[in-house]
């Protein structure tokens, strides 16, 4: 078990520019969420997949974002066309549905930091 | 809607204080409580949790108890270290999607 990871850590990206973030869940878990974390705040709710499924998607998620997890195993999230509101750290995270040794409990990656100039 | 107030920071405290950072939260049903940690730089880690009322959830010092009466996940450690300086965020999910709710957060400063 080598935890959630994400990759990159960090991008700077330009205004109307796209960018990618990548994350892998802890293998076998079936349910993956990501959340946006912006500087003195608490995470919020994004989206999440149940295996390849995309269950729920939150009204902060503007059609500029898009997420996918096609295999079930792990996922992006494109942001288009970025605006410096975008700027954030996007935190993936992880959870086995119906598994007794987790205890569905949620373990989540060290984020992607990006910055919009 | 469901939703976690914690208190607001910054709390500072020296080495070897007592802790408390409340959380009271409001949803329907049972929800899961979490306490979740974050370090400077860093993602969150899963501090402690409890899943149904009454029980208490422990680690590395730090306690909360479910108190499904007054609707509360309070935060304690009965002596603290500089090593655990960070943001503590007070978190719920309901067992039907797990999806979590948090609260803003506190920052803890401790001193040595």
């Known amino acids: 078990d080598t935890g959630v990871s994400q990759d990159p850590r960090h991008k700077i990206t330009k205004r109307g520019q796209n960018v990618t973030f990548r994350c892998d869940p802890i293998?076998?878990?079936?349910?993956l969420y990501w959340y946006r974390q912006t500087l003195g705040q608490g995470p919020e709710f994004l989206t999440y997949?149940?295996?390849?499924?995309?269950?729920?998607k939150s009204r902060l998620l503007s059609d500029r974002f898009s997420a996918e997890r096609p295999k079930g195993s792990f996922s992006t999230l494109e942001i288009q066309r970025t605006e410096q509101g975008d700027s954030a750290m996007y935190l993936c995270?992880?959870?086995?549905?119906?598994?007794?040794?987790?205890?569905?409990?949620?373990?989540f990656g060290e984020g992607s930091w990006l910055t919009v100039v | 809607g469901n939703s976690v107030t914690q208190m607001e920071g910054p709390v500072t405290l020296s080495e070897e204080a007592f802790l408390t950072i409340n959380c009271t939260y409001t949803a329907t049903g049972y929800p899961s409580l979490f306490w979740y940690v974050q370090y400077p730089g860093e993602g969150l880690q899963l501090l402690l949790k409890?899943?149904?009322?009454?029980d208490k959830g422990s680690n590395k010092g730090f306690e909360a108890t479910y108190r499904k009466e007054t609707t509360s996940f309070h935060l304690e450690k009965g002596s603290v270290q500089v090593s655990d300086s960070a943001v503590y965020f007070c978190a719920l999910s309901q067992v039907s999607n797990y999806k979590l709710t948090f609260g803003k957060g506190t920052l803890l400063t401790v001193n040595p």
């Open positions: 995270a992880s959870s086995l549905e119906g598994g007794r040794v987790s205890g569905n409990t949620i373990y």
């Open positions: 293998s076998e878990h079936n349910r």
């Open positions: 409890a899943t149904k009322a009454d």
């Open positions: 997949f149940q295996n390849e499924a995309q269950l729920e």
